[in-house]
């Protein structure tokens, strides 16, 4: 069975950092792209970030680019997100995704339970 | 960005009635030399994370009752719940995959009247 677990949120000042994790198993981690989509509180979703199964080839939304950086390690199944420069529009949880194909953009065929990141000072 | 206008924004129906739930891209998101419409759907409950239903528009994942179906070509998608039943109380999002950045609609909430 497929499994994502997302750790690493929190409450964070404007300005500040935070690293997201998100654990997978049950699948061959290296052979999937994975993203990153967000859902302010009681908003829809937006993606925000997506990484290809050998980590070659990156993707942001505009809204972060420059600040976020995705990355992952394939000999420990596990996905990043490392997120600078917060702002309180950032303030959302935070979904790790899988994609359906190992690079490009496709549909995001299981998602975790998600890890909340609110910015506030 | 290719935007994804979904319709109505909420529903409200007794058990076992129909629901639709209609889905728009600002462009054309089938592409022709593969056949296909580049549209997702998903199902979020409340306190859960989205759950694919549909990709290319109209094939169903795995362990998705019959009751639901995907729909459309171009720029015009359909969601249809032929039924309702009480666990379909859900925000629906479609989502294309044709351009980047991947953008979702606005989501439809499906309740019981």
Same mark, same amino acid.
């Given at each position: 069975?497929?499994?994502?677990?997302e750790s !690493?949120?929190g409450?964070?000042?404007?300005?500040?950092?935070?690293?997201?994790? +998100?654990?997978a198993?049950?699948?061959?981690?290296s052979?999937?792209?994975?993203?990153?989509?967000?859902?302010?509180?009681?908003?829809? #979703?937006?993606? &925000?970030?997506?990484l290809?199964?050998n980590?070659?080839?990156?993707?942001?939304?505009?809204? &972060?680019?420059?600040?976020?950086?995705?990355?992952?390690d394939?000999?420990k199944?596990? #996905?990043?997100?490392?997120?600078?420069?917060?702002?309180?529009?950032d303030?959302?949880?935070?979904?790790? /995704?899988?994609? /359906? &194909?190992?690079? !490009?953009?496709?549909?995001?065929? +299981?998602? !975790?339970?998600g890890?909340l990141v609110?910015?506030?000072? | 960005d290719? &935007?994804?206008?979904?319709?109505?924004?909420?529903?409200? #129906?007794?058990?076992?009635?129909? /629901?639709?739930?209609? +889905?728009?891209?600002s462009?054309s998101?089938?592409?022709?030399?593969?056949?296909?419409?580049?549209?997702?759907?998903?199902?979020?409950?409340?306190?859960?994370p989205p759950?694919?239903?549909?990709?290319?528009?109209?094939?169903?994942?795995?362990?998705?009752?019959?009751?639901?179906?995907?729909?459309?070509?171009?720029?015009?998608?359909?969601?249809?719940?032929s039924?309702?039943q009480?666990?379909d109380?859900?925000?629906?999002? +479609?989502?294309?995959?044709?351009? /980047?950045?991947?953008?979702?609609?606005? !989501?439809?909430?499906v309740?019981?009247?």
């Amino acid at each position: 069975e497929v499994e994502l677990l997302e750790s !690493g949120g929190g409450l964070v000042q404007p300005g500040g950092s935070l690293r997201l994790s +998100c654990a997978a198993s049950g699948f061959t981690f290296s052979s999937f792209a994975m993203s990153w989509v967000r859902q302010a509180p009681g908003k829809g #979703l937006e993606w &925000v970030s997506s990484l290809s199964g050998n980590g070659d080839s990156t993707n942001y939304a505009d809204s &972060v680019k420059g600040r976020f950086t995705i990355s992952r390690d394939n000999s420990k199944n596990t #996905l990043y997100l490392q997120m600078n420069g917060l702002r309180a529009e950032d303030r959302a949880v935070y979904y790790c /995704a899988k994609e /359906a &194909v190992t690079i !490009g953009d496709h549909y995001f065929d +299981c998602w !975790g339970q998600g890890t909340l990141v609110a910015v506030s000072s | 960005d290719i &935007v994804m206008t979904q319709s109505p924004d909420s529903l409200s #129906l007794s058990l076992g009635e129909r /629901a639709t739930i209609s +889905c728009k891209s600002s462009q054309s998101i089938f592409s022709r030399p593969n056949n296909r419409a580049y549209l997702a759907w998903y199902q979020q409950k409340p306190g859960q994370p989205p759950k694919l239903l549909f990709y290319w528009a109209s094939t169903r994942e795995s362990g998705v009752p019959d009751r639901f179906s995907g729909s459309g070509s171009r720029t015009d998608f359909t969601l249809t719940i032929s039924s309702l039943q009480a666990e379909d109380v859900a925000v629906y999002y +479609c989502q294309q995959y044709y351009s /980047a950045p991947r953008t979702f609609g606005q !989501g439809t909430k499906v309740e019981i009247k």
